[in-house]
Every structure is written in C-alpha cells, then in structure tokens.
C-alpha cells in the first residue's frame, strides 16, 4: 500500500497563496486567520457558513436520545446539544471522487 500524502499545514497553504498571488506571507496568514474567524462568527450568528465552491459549515441542534452503555449494555439518556457539520459542496465532491456512472 502506498504511503499517504502529507498533509498540508497552514505555513504551506499561506506560502502557497503568498507565492500565487505575490503578497508576504504575513499577509496571507492574517487572511487565512480572518476567513476562519468570518466563519466561526457567522456561524455562531447566522447559522451557517458557506466557502463558494468547497462546502457550507452548518450548526445544527441534535435532539435528546436514548443510548447503551456499551460496556454495561444499560440504557442511558443523551441530552440534545448543538453541534457544527460542515456539508461538501457537490462540485468540490465530484472533483474529488467522481460519481459512479
């Protein structure tokens, strides 16, 4: 089996875009860091998120449910709480692992 690809980090991504668009790549952290903080605020305020031509990041509440104790098997209750899904645009999908025909 082939080794997997390394991953890149957000040094690499913000020397890339340096490098792509001619600016420091001071500049393109604080952009990096402001697109994140964009997302995380609205978000938090508008419920939802969306980066043209990746995916949406979406907050959605879950509700109360009933679960077993895997070790016990006991039945327990787990209370509703709100959780962040981020839904992958079909474009940036396809691209990535195109549908089967």
């Not at 790549?25 to 978000?43: G, M």
């Not at 907050?59 to 839904?87: H, L, M, S, Y």
């Amino acid at each position: 089996m082939a080794a997997a690809a390394k991953l890149m980090t957000k040094t690499q991504l913000a020397g890339h875009l340096a490098e792509k668009f001619g600016m420091s790549k001071k500049a393109a952290n604080e952009i990096l860091d402001e697109l994140a903080q964009v997302a995380v605020t609205q978000t938090k305020k508008a419920g939802a998120f969306t980066i043209p031509g990746i995916g949406k990041l979406v907050k959605a509440k879950r509700n109360a449910r009933k679960g077993r104790n895997p070790k016990t098997g006991a039945e327990i209750k787990i209370p509703a709480k709100t959780v962040v899904k981020f839904r992958v645009a079909k474009a940036c999908k396809e691209s990535i692992v195109p549908p089967k025909k």
